[in-house]
């Protein structure tokens, strides 16, 4: 290094360092110590933590709970991000549009966004509640049976889903929609004047010219298909028999009600696994598609 | 690891040093107190802690609201991990097995010397001893004690033309009044259901109320083994799983706790089994007249107990000991447990307790509030074993797979009882 | 244009104009739902009669059950803390990212994105050990601590940084000027939308965030309002939504109120920001 080169260095590094030494100190080192701890048994008053080699993992896979809990975020993550992403898209164009009460609408479809979900969820609670709840309320009207929404393994998950959609969309609406405002008007002129319809459009036009906003918001939704579980503490403490338990959630439990870190860690390197993964993917897709360098 | 080890070595002995310094001459505690919701309960030990402290000008007690049972003992074992740990603290009774693990706690029989205390831990109520020793040893003392009970809508009895006065004392009339509470609008949809057991979160609790009728212990009390594949439990989970299966008197699925007194304002169930820390909330809201009876009977009565006890943590010096034990002694005495029974629900762990002027004038004006203290007779431990978090997790599995019908009453037990093993296989 | 294409044409927009409002109202649904049971007494909690009186009971009964004025403290000082630790922290390393040549940038760039996937949420397990280990357990600054140096908001300002000319700060530079007079004087009111925007993020984030502190906090002097919510809705009495609603109004309401005035300039922030 020359002494220019090492003066920027400097000048770089003490720039980087106290941002670095923090998430050093709670991201990167925790992801490693979190493998290193998995290779350990928990220790137990008087029981030291001894190296057990792979036996966690060896329990992880007899455990049938990790399986069920597992494909449960599977789900939730394959219904939510292309739900949650296709409704946000959907309501910017309505609130970009020229339609009737927009700022009331704008709003309502905001809220989501300030309300704390631990909060919210006792609401939707009550609005899933078998027999004089909102939901059933309104089917006994038409005459409907009434449905134990939360309290079946069949729509448990599903109900659980539809909270974090509610929760998330208004959100990624507000990036769609910043995103739809820099799209010239004058596209949309040409097209009128071609005779071209709003649906094609829409799929020739605007949605190419979202792609960017939609692989930033695509790794905002899938990380909160790992990390959004408020709700599950409230609604339904994942079950019926675990029927809507994620992964964090059976990791919260492991850890801080079970009090067995040893295999909480090895939960979490799956976790980790599973994101590294995503994270390579997107990094790839993301240095093809949007130009960030 | 050696790492970790390491420092937290070196902060136990950071605190130890500290500690030390701290206990010249007064004798300072530290008491850990839950209440999931402020108002009476946190008022009550508020008020009680500062009358001893008055009497007591020597011993300083510092109580700290610790939030639910779960942050209660999260933050005492924490505490205690780091060497800090409360001189006493009220926990529920089912943590003792994990207490005793971590070491966090001492036996009470270590600390008691005279006849007379001797006499005083011989007052309690049995059914609430039970999940407070282990081995020979006494290592909690029962407080915030509850016990579940059933409440019926006397007027949805009228209207289906049953005695207001008497609610099912069996199983069998459970069902048949259960049929006749059931109601159905012209197109076939239930308006008001016979019963109501909630599922949700922890449904070992009430279903532990039928397997204590239908005679079977779900664990030993040196809480290593479980008892779930028993055929008495399965055969109470049947019952469980029929009233809506086959009997339909009970709402299908897992139904939850939390909405579940509300449901019974509503009138959605005109019999519903919940805590007795329920009797304050039903009779301040509930629109109708209503009653308060034991669980119904199978083979035997029976319901399990709940709640927490009083734990002295090892980690303080015998000064503190001794002035922790003399407060547990003086507020589970009877004026002071008639006290806090009276304002919170819970029932008042002494029999002497119920001799009191106060109890007697609180029973005469709302005699429900007997219906628990009555039950104790028949009381037994609620479920707790070493681990107890996972395991009454695993037990909760399979009671909902069942419930849910995902698997047979059979299968779901036989699972349970096999993860059990494994986990507890340890501890023998 | 033919008179059916133009039909067609109202039709799409009527169609489209109910379904809007049919989501508006799904979405708006738990908030008219937490007004309604909040200001009527317990009874009409599940029951919607246009008679039912009005009443400012729950919201009584909701103060006097839990310590929310202390819980509203810690969140405001704990979402507080956290804006600036993490101004201060995303501005000096995106800086660095932004206007530095050096060796292993990339590298470590990486290193920050990565962070955008692997959140501190998900490792509470380590995580609490290190606040253990640090005697920080039970702390607000434990609460924010991991959040303090964002992934995200360090890949914001590098973006936004690095949309300013060079020219500007080479003719700082000239004038004598060092890096982070350069980076005050210049980046950072530049960089204005960007900052609101991220703030404004951050602060509803954090505001409602809950699993960590929940973990994290043992007392009600470091509680925030999320997990103060969560001990006071669960209890063995059952819910009872007239005052779990009011106590939800009375502590997500400033919140509320101040994002509803301020959704336009949200959106135009955002907008600017150039975050899309």
């Known amino acids: ?86 409704i946000a898209i959907a309501m910017a164009l309505w609130v970009d549009s020229k339609l009737k009460g927009r700022s009331f609408v704008r709003m309502a479809y905001f809220t989501p966004t300030v309300l704390p979900l631990i909060a919210v969820a006792n609401i939707w ?38 909270v974090a959609i509610w929760k998330e969309a208004g959100f990624f609406m507000i990036f769609y929609l910043a995103a739809l405002q820099t799209i010239p008007t004058s596209l949309r002129e040409a097209a009128a004047i071609e005779g071209a319809g709003r649906w094609y459009f829409f799929r020739r036009v605007t949605f190419p010219l979202l792609m960017p906003t939609t692989l930033f918001v695509s790794v905002n939704a899938i990380i909160n298909s790992f990390r959004l579980v408020d709700h599950i503490f409230i609604m339904t403490e994942g079950g019926p028999d675990n029927a809507s338990s994620l992964l964090l959630f059976y990791i919260y439990e492991t850890a801080f009600r079970f009090w067995d870190t040893a295999y909480a860690s090895t939960l979490t390197v799956v976790l980790l696994l599973i994101l590294f993964t995503v994270a390579i993917g997107q990094f790839l897709l993301l240095d093809k598609r949007v130009h960030y360098r | 690891m050696h790492f970790t080890k390491k420092l937290g070595i070196g902060a136990v002995a ?27 309960a946190a008022d009550t030990i508020e008020a009680l802690t500062s009358e001893y402290a008055a009497a007591n000008p020597d011993v300083k007690i510092d109580a700290v609201y610790a939030g639910s049972y779960q942050n209660t003992v999260t933050k005492a074992l924490t505490a205690a991990r780091g060497g800090q740990p409360p001189q006493l603290s009220v926990i529920l009774s089912v943590d003792m097995f994990t207490l005793i693990e971590e070491e966090a706690i001492v036996a009470f029989d270590d600390l008691i010397k005279t006849d007379e205390d001797k006499a005083w831990l011989k007052a309690f109520y049995p059914a609430f001893m039970e999940n407070s020793q282990t081995g020979g040893k006494t290592y909690g003392i029962p407080f915030q004690r509850s016990t579940p009970v059933m409440y019926w809508n006397k007027e949805a009895f009228k209207k289906a033309g049953l005695d207001p006065n008497t609610p099912p004392a069996t199983w069998k009339e459970l069902v048949e009044f259960g049929k006749k509470l059931t109601v159905k609008d012209a197109s076939g949809n239930v308006t008001q259901w016979g019963v109501r057991i909630p599922s949700s979160g922890f449904p070992y609790w009430l279903f532990q109320g039928l397997t204590t009728e239908n005679d079977v212990i779900l664990a030993n009390s040196d809480g290593n083994k479980t008892n779930f594949a028993d055929p008495k439990v399965i055969e109470a989970l049947q019952y469980l799983v029929d009233l809506s299966a086959k009997h339909k008197v009970m709402a299908p699925g897992i139904i939850e706790w939390g909405a579940t007194p509300k449901a019974f304002f509503e009138g959605e169930s005109a019999i519903m089994w919940t805590s007795t820390g329920n009797l304050t909330n039903v009779r301040d809201n509930a629109p109708f007249e209503f009653g308060v009876a034991m669980l119904p009977a199978n083979k035997r009565r029976g319901a399990p107990t709940g709640g927490g006890n009083f734990y002295i943590f090892k980690d303080s010096t015998d000064a503190q000991k001794a002035a922790s034990l003399d407060f547990i002694k003086w507020i589970t005495a009877p004026k002071q447990a008639a006290k806090w029974s009276i304002a919170t629900g819970y029932v008042a762990p002494r029999a002497d307790a119920w001799e009191t002027a106060e109890m007697k004038a609180y ?32 037990f909760n599995d399979g009671l909902e797979a069942a419930i849910t019908g995902k698997s047979s009453p059979e299968e779901a037990m036989n699972d349970a009882q096999q993860k059990a093993d494994k986990i507890l296989k340890d501890y023998r | 244009m033919s008179a059916a294409r133009a039909f067609r044409f109202d039709y799409d927009r009527a169609l489209s104009t109910t379904a809007a409002w049919a989501l508006a109202l799904v979405w708006f649904a738990p908030l008219i739902y937490a007004v309604w049971t909040a200001f009527h007494p317990t009874e009409f909690s599940t029951r919607f009669v246009l008679t039912a009186p009005l009443t400012l009971e729950n919201f009584a009964a909701a103060w006097n059950a839990a310590p929310f004025a202390r819980y509203f403290l810690n969140t405001v000082l704990l979402v507080t803390s956290i804006l600036i630790g993490q101004f201060v922290l995303c501005t000096l390393a995106a800086f660095a990212f932004a206007r530095f040549e050096f060796r292993g940038r990339d590298t470590v760039f990486v290193l920050v994105l990565l962070q955008l996937l692997v959140m501190p949420d998900i490792l509470i397990v380590e995580n609490y050990r290190t606040m253990r280990f640090l005697g920080l357990v039970d702390t607000i600054l434990a609460i924010g601590l991991p959040y303090m140096a964002s992934g995200f908001g360090i890949f914001l300002l590098r973006q936004t940084f690095k949309t300013i000319p060079k020219e500007l700060d080479d003719a700082a530079r000239v004038e004598g000027a060092g890096f982070f007079t350069i980076l005050m004087k210049v980046y950072v009111p530049l960089a204005k939308p960007t900052y609101l925007a991220y703030g404004l993020v951050s602060v509803s984030h954090h505001w409602n965030n809950f699993l960590w502190p929940l973990i994290i906090t043992n007392s009600v002097e470091t509680r925030p309002v999320t997990v103060g919510l969560s001990v006071f809705a669960s209890t063995d009495q059952g819910i009872d939504w007239a005052v779990i609603t009011a106590a939800t109004l009375m502590t997500s309401g400033p919140l509320l109120i101040a994002f509803l005035l301020f959704q336009r300039q949200f959106v135009q922030s955002f907008m600017r920001a150039g975050i899309k």
Not at chain 1, 39 to 63: C, H, M, Q
Not at chain 2, 20 to 39: C, I, R
């Open chain 1, 1 to 86: 290094m020359g002494p220019t080169a090492k003066r920027t260095w400097i000048h770089a590094w003490l720039f980087l360092s106290p941002a670095m030494i923090l998430l050093i100190a709670f991201t990167h080192y925790p992801a490693a110590v979190t493998l290193f701890h998995s290779f350990f048994s928990t220790p137990r008053g008087k029981r030291e933590a001894k190296f057990v080699g792979l036996e966690n993992y060896e329990t992880l896979i007899a455990d049938s709970t990790f399986w069920t809990v597992l494909v449960n975020n599977l789900w939730y993550a394959l219904a939510t991000i292309p739900l949650s992403i296709g």
């Open chain 1, 125 to 162: 609670m009550f609005f899933y509640t078998p027999g004089f709840g909102l939901i059933d309320q309104i089917r006994g009207a038409f005459g409907f049976a009434q449905q134990n929404w939360l309290g079946d393994p069949e729509s448990a998950l599903n109900a659980v889903i539809v």
């Open chain 2, 14 to 40: 950071a605190a130890m040093s500290l500690s030390l310094a701290g206990t010249a001459q007064a004798v300072d505690l530290q008491f850990f107190f839950p209440v999931a919701v402020g108002g009476k």
């Open chain 2, 363 to 394: 029973v005469a004006d709302f005699p429900p509030a007997l219906v628990a203290r009555n039950q104790l007779e028949y009381a037994v431990a609620e479920l707790s074993t070493y681990q107890n978090q996972r395991i009454t997790s695993i």
